[in-house]
């Protein structure tokens, strides 16, 4: 089961974009608070295509190549001055294959990853390496986005897990409520009944929104299920509350509760044995990954049989 106050080994993969800046910091946060050694990563893919062209080319990717070595230092005796170990990592390949090969050789127990909403084809591209370690990791991964701002370092007041109550429900509330007590935050739950609330309107007549109200037996249900998990929560000493909001975008719902809510850390299951029946699979993670403006923690969850 997944305890930050036991694990010792975290991966910071980083291409110097503001968004491995601020997965750096997050990182470091986290090294402070709970002692882990940072392994910093940089995987070079353009030395794994070869160096074939002219002595100028060679000449300018022999210089970029020093210029990441000497960042890599700075970032290292940044982080040792302030008690942090650091492991520095020099990696050639495909950039999502050589983060998820070195965690698995390496017993790595948390990935923290820099990541940006897809408004370019820049974007989508460098979204490209996290996307595929958010699929394929078998460690927990925690994505920070790049537009992310604050002056003050990050810290978790409360902990937010949106729930769908499939079979990673139990999981998912022994993840969050383990980093609540970490952090001596609060832990919030959240269902969100998804559902169009508003209906455009045909002309001449007012646009139609739907309210909690008209889901009354259904949001009782999702109420009684919620609290059936914060009375778990609770058991371990954690103070709990519950919602349960309407939205026609689930993503979108979590994200603004999230935000509205100050939530400073969102815990995520990636999937689990519902397959697409699964409120959390595959689109609705990306999604939240992509729009949180906190630190979004997604894990696979240990269900048993």
Wanted: net charge negative; with cysteine; hydrophobic share 45%.
């Amino acid at each position: 089961m997944f305890d930050i106050k036991k694990m010792k080994q975290m991966l910071l993969p980083t291409d110097f974009s503001e968004g491995a800046q601020r997965s750096l910091e997050v990182a470091k946060r986290l090294a402070l608070r709970f002692g882990l050694t940072i392994h910093l990563v940089h995987v070079d893919e353009e030395r794994a295509l070869g160096m074939h062209g002219s002595d100028d080319l060679i000449h300018f990717m022999n210089d970029v190549d020093a210029r990441r070595k000497e960042w890599m230092e700075d970032m290292a005796a940044q982080l040792g001055d302030e008690g942090i170990d650091v492991v520095l990592v020099r990696l050639e390949g495909v950039g999502s294959e050589e983060i998820l090969s070195y965690a698995t050789r390496e017993s790595i127990e948390l990935i923290v990853m820099g990541t940006v909403g897809h408004t370019t084809v820049k974007e989508m591209l460098l979204g490209s390496t996290i996307r595929a370690v958010l699929r394929e990791a078998t460690c927990p991964v925690l994505s920070i986005n790049a537009r992310w701002m604050s002056d003050d370092p990050w810290t978790v007041g409360k902990v937010l897990f949106p729930t769908d109550f499939g079979d990673t429900a139990l999981a998912g509330v022994a993840v969050a409520g383990g980093l609540a007590r970490a952090w001596e935050a609060e832990l919030g739950l959240l269902h969100v009944l998804r559902v169009p609330t508003y209906i455009p309107s045909i002309p001449g007549e007012p646009p139609f929104y739907l309210s909690l109200e008209a889901f009354e037996t259904s949001h009782l249900r999702a109420n009684n299920q919620l609290n059936e998990l914060k009375d778990v929560a609770v058991l371990g000493g954690l103070d709990v509350t519950t919602d349960v909001i309407l939205s026609g975008d689930a993503a979108e719902g979590i994200v603004t509760y999230a935000t509205d809510n100050g939530c400073q850390l969102l815990v995520i299951p990636r999937h689990g044995r519902g397959g697409l029946r699964s409120f959390f699979f595959g689109r609705v993670v990306d999604q939240v990954v992509k729009r949180s403006p906190y630190p979004v923690l997604s894990f696979v969850p240990a269900v048993t049989e």
